[in-house]
């Protein structure tokens, strides 16, 4: 597959006549036009990047300004070239002899790099085909510290604090990501599965025990329902005897609680039963979940 190159960055001058009606207004900018300098990254492989910097209104064009000079570092240079060392991309972006003068970690210069910076991450994602945060939840240790500018920070956080931070944050890692699958229209589904095997009077029971754990995992998932991420939790009894499935308020009333808060949050609860067989687990179909 050949490489991904930079061809071409487009820059919009973006605005919102949103002073007509004093929206976003305050005591401060009393009469806001909400606006962005909008840039866009077009490459050899039709793929394009997208990002921007929030201004209000006049003196947007000289942001656009900005980043139409600043397009320079990225145009023509290979995707892969730009995010192997992130932190080397901003440093060029303001660093600039002749330019920096104007900022260059402030004010119009500032929010120009940002946008650019921001564009570059969004190509990386769509390249790699992913949500951006997952992208970033994937990077191992070395490419996070990469990305970072530490001669901001390192008064109060080194790159070796860093890296024993993000070293210690890998316990769990891959249990967090698991929770994720993608649906066959290619949305990302944040799914838990979990095994039930108590059953009272034809109702399978969750849980057997108090489970923190679980807790853990609802609130996460009632978190990504509320920002908009399809979320699911599917209980799964491994028995063919029941007919539904229900939380155990007399084994752990918290989670009961949190499963009724999960399902106001949005997060879609299935049930299913199963049976084991020597040679696995048959699946015997759907179950509600009381």
Known sequence: MSETVITNVRVIDLRFPTSRSNIGSDAVNKDPDYSAAYCILETNSGLEGYGLTFTLGRGNELCVLALEYLARFVKG??????TTNMAALCRQLTDDSQFRWLGPEKGVIHLAAGALINAVWDLYARSEKKPLWRLLA?????????AVEFRYIDDALSREEARAILEQGRTGRQERIDLLLRAPSGQDVACEVKSVGAARRGVALFPDAPTLRGLRHLALLARLARRGMPAALVLCAQRGDVRAIAADESIDPAFARALRAAR????AVAGLRCAAHPGGMELLGPVPVL
Do not use: H
């Open 264 to 267: 106001r949050a949005g997060v």
């Open 77 to 82: 240079r290979t995707l892969e070239s730009l």
């Open 138 to 146: 994937e990077l191992d240790t070395e490419q996070i510290l990469s």
